[in-house]
């Protein structure tokens, strides 16, 4: 399988591609093929992992709403068969769901898969996978890739010798009665949270609570978690799966998604609004008053509910959140606040990092809304988020507030903008060989990037610019922070993308100007740089 490039579908800890054709210019690379390859190397990497032979695991596998994650779902299932494995494809889930498969008793499973490309357009599919110690790390997937790429690897995992788990095995179920539905047990475990926290078998009576699932996996948190116990879901929307993602993006990062949750909690005069990502591992909310809380909102939000229950505690963050935010987790809620880096697992891995070395930190959680709690196996799990929000909420609505007044003291930015200057090392290399007289002269991305950032930083240090004086902040682990005092206040990061050719910028500021000022100086500061693009700003 040398031709076969699996190392393209790597994406951090996740695997991703396009399983559909239909969109121009993009071919389909997560194929049949592919699949059953890193199925069979996952199988292996598990099996390594627990000291088990395949035909001794049992493997859960599921799927949210994408047009292609059925047959997806069906062909991770049918590679694994040959080998004996207990396989149960759970149908339609959420991603923290088939991890808690390997906690609950009912399922015990050694691994689980999930069929799915969080937010990402209707033609894209991936797999998330999980052991019993959590989510598989980036070092992790790139061991599954070797393995899936190498035949004489596939071959040496004994088949089963009695033809168990024949490829055409019916799949489990109510009929098959090997295991029961994932999501009702997941649901009443989620339930059973929120009666044994505010103490009532109806908590939630004379509550109303819209949940947007964006066509995604997450109604069942409407229909199943919260209508049992007792509220108004009437104003709940888009509910039903649909990967064609008909009514907006099923991500709480997304302005028109926010726009349609917000829009409804005022329109329908709701007590809370929950949304939630198309996997259900991220979420944000909405309050009685139709504000957004998300990003640093959100971030505040999970802080505050447990700074009662571990005061002084680490909350590891991504690298983007304010200078408000860090105020409020540090001078407001008497916690600890580490600034670390984009990306999930970064955050979650950083946090048992600190645990493991005898520092507490009980959440990680970043900006995007994965947030992941030290009592909760530290799973990014947004419906685990929304379940505590549910209880704060519900015994404010008993006194007579709104779960608005959980971070009323948290101040926020006059002004936030996100700028992403693309890369091209076309455009590099051209200039690169003008100006060396060399036609095979070139640039590869992380140089451009590295250039740039450097040129900040030679820029920024200590540095004045027009009425505005500029001072690289430490500790940063992400690219270059700078804070900015003078004519305005506050701060930017600009940063190299995880996955993709572009520096995202991020910009805020304490008043009205400070931004479009940062943007022009930085503009003349990056012009200088082949192959950055510095129209966006």
Same mark, same amino acid.
């Given at each position: 399988?040398?031709?076969?490039d699996?190392?393209?579908?790597?994406?951090?800890?996740?695997?991703?591609?396009?399983?559909?054709?239909?969109?121009?210019?993009e071919?389909?690379?997560?194929?049949?093929?592919?699949?059953s390859?890193?199925?069979?190397?996952?199988?292996?990497?598990?099996?390594?992992?627990?000291?088990?032979?395949?035909?001794?695991?049992?493997?859960?596998?599921?799927?949210?709403?994408?047009?292609?994650?059925?047959?997806l779902?069906?062909?991770?299932?049918?590679?694994?068969?040959?080998?004996?494995?207990r396989?149960l494809?759970?149908?339609?889930?959420?991603?923290?769901?088939?991890?808690?498969?390997?906690?609950?008793?009912?399922?015990?499973?050694?691994?689980?898969?999930?069929?799915?490309?969080?937010?990402?357009?209707?033609?894209r599919?991936?797999?998330?996978?999980? @052991?019993?110690?959590?989510?598989?790390?980036?070092?992790?997937?790139t061991?599954?890739?070797?393995?899936?790429?190498s035949d004489?690897?596939?071959?040496?995992?004994?088949?089963a010798?009695?033809?168990?788990?024949?490829?055409?095995?019916?799949?489990?179920?109510?009929?098959a009665?090997?295991?029961?539905?994932?999501m009702?047990?997941?649901s009443?475990?989620?339930?059973?949270?929120?009666?044994?926290?505010?103490?009532?078998?109806?908590?939630?009576?004379?509550?109303?609570?819209?949940?947007?699932?964006?066509?995604?996996?997450?109604?069942?948190?409407?229909?199943?978690?919260?209508?049992?116990?007792?509220?108004?879901?009437?104003?709940?929307?888009?509910?039903?799966?649909?990967?064609?993602?008909?009514?907006?993006?099923?991500?709480?990062?997304?302005?028109?998604?926010?726009?349609?949750?917000?829009?409804?909690?005022?329109?329908?005069?709701?007590?809370?609004?929950?949304?939630?990502?198309?996997?259900v591992?991220? @979420?944000?909310?909405?309050?009685?008053?139709?504000?957004?809380?998300?990003?640093?909102?959100?971030?505040?939000?999970?802080? /505050?509910?447990? /700074?009662?229950?571990?005061?002084?505690?680490?909350?590891?963050?991504?690298?983007?959140?304010?200078?408000?935010?860090?105020?409020?987790?540090?001078?407001?809620l008497?916690?600890?606040?580490?600034?670390?880096?984009?990306?999930?697992?970064?955050?979650?891995?950083? @946090?048992?990092?600190?645990?493991?070395?005898?520092?507490d930190?009980?959440?990680?959680?970043?900006?995007?809304?994965?947030?992941?709690?030290?009592?909760?196996?530290?799973?990014?799990?947004?419906?685990?988020?929304?379940?505590?929000?549910?209880?704060?909420?519900?015994r404010?609505?008993?006194?007579?507030?709104g779960?608005?007044?959980?971070?009323?003291?948290?101040a926020?930015?006059?002004e936030?903008?996100?700028?992403?200057?693309?890369?091209?090392? /076309?455009?590099?290399?051209?200039?690169?060989?003008?100006?060396?007289?060399?036609?095979?002269?070139?640039?590869?991305?992380?140089?451009?990037a590295?250039?740039?950032?450097?040129?900040?930083?030679?820029?920024?240090?200590?540095?004045?610019?027009?009425?505005?004086?500029?001072?690289?902040?430490?500790?940063?682990?992400?690219?270059?922070?700078?804070?900015?005092?003078?004519?305005?206040?506050?701060?930017?990061?600009?940063?190299?993308s995880?996955?993709?050719?572009i520096?995202?910028?991020?910009?805020? @500021?304490?008043?009205?100007?400070?931004?479009?000022?940062?943007?022009?100086?930085?503009a003349?500061?990056?012009?200088?740089?082949p192959?950055?693009?510095?129209?966006?700003?």
């Amino acid at each position: 399988m040398s031709n076969y490039d699996f190392r393209s579908l790597q994406n951090g800890s996740d695997i991703r591609g396009v399983a559909l054709e239909g969109v121009a210019g993009e071919p389909v690379n997560l194929d049949d093929t592919a699949v059953s390859r890193l199925a069979r190397g996952f199988l292996f990497w598990l099996s390594r992992k627990t000291d088990k032979k395949p035909a001794e695991l049992t493997v859960t596998v599921g799927r949210d709403s994408r047009l292609s994650g059925e047959h997806l779902c069906q062909v991770f299932v049918n590679a694994l068969a040959p080998y004996g494995a207990r396989v149960l494809d759970c149908g339609m889930a959420s991603t923290p769901a088939m991890f808690m498969s390997t906690v609950f008793p009912e399922f015990s499973a050694d691994g689980a898969v999930m069929v799915t490309a969080s937010h990402l357009p209707w033609n894209r599919n991936g797999l998330k996978f999980f @052991s019993a110690e959590g989510g598989l790390n980036k070092g992790d997937i790139t061991d599954i890739i070797i393995f899936a790429e190498s035949d004489q690897i596939l071959n040496s995992m004994p088949k089963a010798a009695d033809g168990a788990g024949a490829p055409d095995a019916p799949k489990y179920g109510v009929a098959a009665g090997d295991a029961p539905d994932l999501m009702d047990v997941y649901s009443a475990h989620l339930r059973s949270i929120i009666t044994s926290e505010t103490g009532a078998d109806q908590p939630l009576c004379g509550m109303k609570i819209a949940v947007d699932a964006g066509n995604g996996a997450g109604g069942f948190y409407a229909t199943r978690v919260l209508e049992p116990l007792g509220a108004d879901i009437s104003a709940s929307q888009f509910l039903e799966p649909d990967g064609h993602f008909p009514n907006h993006q099923p991500n709480p990062e997304n302005k028109e998604a926010m726009k349609a949750i917000t829009d409804t909690v005022l329109r329908e005069h709701c007590d809370l609004g929950l949304i939630f990502d198309t996997d259900v591992d991220r @979420s944000s909310a909405v309050d009685e008053n139709g504000r957004e809380i998300s990003r640093n909102g959100i971030v505040a939000m999970a802080a /505050a509910l447990i /700074a009662d229950k571990y005061p002084g505690t680490t909350v590891v963050t991504d690298s983007v959140t304010s200078d408000e935010l860090h105020t409020y987790l540090e001078g407001t809620l008497g916690l600890k606040h580490l600034r670390f880096k984009r990306g999930y697992r970064n955050v979650i891995n950083k @946090s048992i990092e600190l645990n493991a070395a005898g520092t507490d930190s009980q959440l990680a959680i970043e900006t995007s809304g994965h947030a992941a709690y030290g009592d909760n196996y530290f799973l990014d799990d947004g419906a685990f988020l929304a379940t505590r929000i549910v209880v704060r909420a519900a015994r404010l609505f008993a006194e007579g507030k709104g779960i608005s007044t959980v971070i009323a003291d948290l101040a926020e930015p006059a002004e936030s903008v996100e700028v992403r200057l693309p890369i091209s090392t /076309a455009a590099a290399g051209s200039a690169a060989s003008d100006s060396a007289h060399d036609e095979n002269a070139a640039l590869d991305f992380g140089t451009i990037a590295e250039s740039a950032l450097e040129a900040v930083r030679a820029w920024s240090d200590g540095c004045s610019h027009g009425d505005m004086n500029f001072a690289i902040v430490t500790p940063n682990y992400e690219g270059v922070r700078v804070s900015f005092t003078g004519a305005h206040r506050g701060w930017f990061l600009i940063r190299r993308s995880l996955h993709d050719p572009i520096l995202p910028l991020n910009i805020e @500021s304490e008043d009205q100007g400070g931004t479009d000022a940062v943007r022009a100086l930085l503009a003349e500061c990056l012009s200088a740089i082949p192959g950055v693009d510095v129209s966006p700003l």
